[in-house]
Nanobody
């Protein structure tokens, strides 16, 4: 089955921007929804953005207006543009198919990419 490799994280100052990439091992055209998730130390994993095969997007309230999810089917890649970053955005970011929260523990997660927002 398709698996994902995340990249693009790093250290950025508050107010800065990063663009994360999620490279899929195969076609993503048959995946109904691809999402970006994040998990901070001591906190539950959460969905921050999702995009459907039809291009419909949704965002967590905490990132709405600051993050933009997009996809390039030709490259089998999903992106997450993060603007106006805040310290509370610090987390490991993961890409995966859409999963309900009650299925997070059963999901297949990659290594993710670390995003650290700090002065």
């Amino acid at each position: 089955q398709v698996h994902f490799v995340e990249s693009g994280g790093g250290l950025v100052q508050p107010g800065g921007s990063l663009r994360l990439s999620c490279a899929a091992s195969g076609s993503i055209s048959n995946i109904a929804t691809v999402g970006w998730y994040r998990q901070a130390p001591g906190k539950q994993r959460e969905l921050v953005a999702g995009i459907t095969s039809a291009g419909r997007t949704n965002y967590a309230d905490s990132v709405q207006g600051r993050f933009t999810i997009s996809r390039d089917n030709a490259k089998n890649t999903v992106f997450l543009r993060m603007n106006s970053l805040k310290p509370e955005d610090t987390a490991v970011y993961y890409c995966n198919i859409f999963l309900r929260p009650n299925a997070y523990d059963r999901g297949d997660w990659g290594q993710g990419t670390q995003v650290t927002v700090s002065s």
